[in-house]
């Protein structure tokens, strides 16, 4: 009769083995590298875009430069992309990981085992429901905002823990040249973790891709989807922009729709006058009233957090212009309120710079503007997220 200890000392009869070559400490920790850069950057780009989103009351709101919410939303979705065959190609290389032999060696080894499945996990969710949002399918009940912020964290907080854990076999990897053929004890998951190599571990077998293959390989995956998604908000690259949601220039007047007219259910009324109220009176204007008074231009693009932006050249009357005659000042708060009856983007706050510099736009790149883009009326400011430029003003107040 054998012990359970014995039994346990070696793992069960078919439980997974691998005995390739090329997965080692070396590329682990090189890969590692970039995807600790590409979630620096998503993550930091990131927290600025929800700043933007929702700005804290005692922050300033920046507007300058116009583009600067179209930079760092651009670059949060497209390594939030990258990241997606990046993090697949970290996780091939440690995955034989997944089965070393015991499961769990010690206390210290089971904390550090959940706290890689709660890294895993998260990052997991987060990529793929961010993917998701891009392409705007919504497949589920909670609010994607508050967690997807949320777990950015709990991946910041792994990501360092992991660091810190692993810091020794991390600087030995990017120490050891990528080139070097593997011995069989470098190439084994037991000794990706520094162990020594118990006698039922099979031999390495030779051939196959090599590491510096794995590397390119994974380098041109990254770069493929970088390079067919990019275009969504650099329009020189649109025309390779196969993978992107959204093209830059599909759309009436060369802009692309976020919510149509339809699917927000506003339609056109003949009827139609603008109301504006302050604490000095209120002012009712007609679409032709509007239309004369709209000498402003401006070049202020239009950036989607999800993702998509595009430059876009806009005519209007300057919103702080006509909030001064029902008595508002620059410090002022605006409500902007939108013909849209229900959904969560049919109303904005404007303050501070974005009040000074936004715009109620009654024409884009010269054209009176489409239902769709916000007929007859609708609000336009600098490094600005999209969300926030509400549509079809019916409505405007000061707080
Ligand atoms: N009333 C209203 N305004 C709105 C929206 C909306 O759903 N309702 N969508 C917003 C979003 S998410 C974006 S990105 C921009 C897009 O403007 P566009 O459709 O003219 O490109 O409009 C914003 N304004
Ligand atoms: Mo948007």
């Not at 989103?53 to 920046?62: E, M």
């Not at 792994?158 to 076999?169: D, N, R, T």
């Not at 000794?191 to 099979?202: H, I, M, R």
Request: aromatic fraction near 10%; include cysteine.
């Amino acid at each position: 009769m054998t012990s359970l200890r014995e039994r346990l000392a070696k793992p069960p009869p078919l439980w997974p083995m691998f005995s390739g070559a090329v997965r080692s400490a070396a590329l682990t920790a090189r890969i590692g590298r970039i995807l600790g850069i590409g979630f620096a950057l998503c993550f930091f780009t990131g927290l600025f875009s929800h700043y933007q989103y929702g700005p804290a009351g005692w922050a300033p709101v920046p507007a300058d430069p116009a583009w600067g919410f179209r930079l760092t939303q651009g670059v949060h979705v497209i390594t939030g992309i990258a990241l997606i065959p990046l993090t697949l190609v970290k996780l091939w290389s440690v995955f034989p990981r997944l089965f070393t032999w015991p499961l769990v060696r010690n206390w210290k080894h089971a904390l550090e085992r959940g706290s890689i499945a709660v890294l895993v996990s998260s990052v997991l969710v987060e990529l793929v429901t961010g993917f998701l949002n891009i392409l705007t399918w919504y497949a589920w009940h909670w609010n994607f905002v508050q967690v997807h912020f949320w777990l950015a964290f709990v991946i910041a907080g792994s990501i360092l823990l992991h660091l810190a854990v692993q810091w020794p076999i991390i600087i030995r990897g990017l120490r050891t040249r990528l080139s070097k053929r593997p011995s069989a004890a470098e190439s084994t998951p037991g000794a990706l973790g520094g162990l020594a190599l118990p006698a039922w571990v099979p031999p390495v077998k030779p051939g196959g891709i090599t590491r510096r293959g794995v590397f390119l390989a994974a380098g041109a995956g990254v770069g493929i989807t970088a390079l067919t998604t990019v275009g969504q908000s650099f329009s020189p690259l649109e025309s390779v922009a196969l993978l992107a949601p959204r093209r830059p220039s599909a759309g009436p007047s060369g802009v692309p729709i976020n919510r149509t007219a339809l699917e927000a259910k506003v339609t056109r009324d003949p009827g139609y006058t603008l109301l504006v109220s302050g604490p000095t009176g209120q002012l009712s204007l007609t679409e032709a009233q509007l239309v004369a008074m709209a000498t402003m231009e401006r070049d202020y693009p239009i950036a989607c957090v999800e993702g998509w932006s595009a430059s876009a050249s806009w005519t209007g009357l300057g919103l702080l212009d006509l909030m001064k005659r029902v008595g508002a000042t620059a410090d002022s708060m605006i409500t902007v309120k939108s013909l849209q009856k229900d959904g969560p983007f049919r109303s904005s706050l404007v303050r501070d710079d974005h009040l000074r510099t936004g715009l109620l736009a009654t024409h884009l790149h010269g054209e009176r503007i489409s239902l769709d883009h916000g007929y007859p009326l609708r609000l336009i400011a600098p490094d600005r997220a999209g969300v926030l430029n509400t549509k079809w003003i019916a409505e405007l107040s000061v707080q």
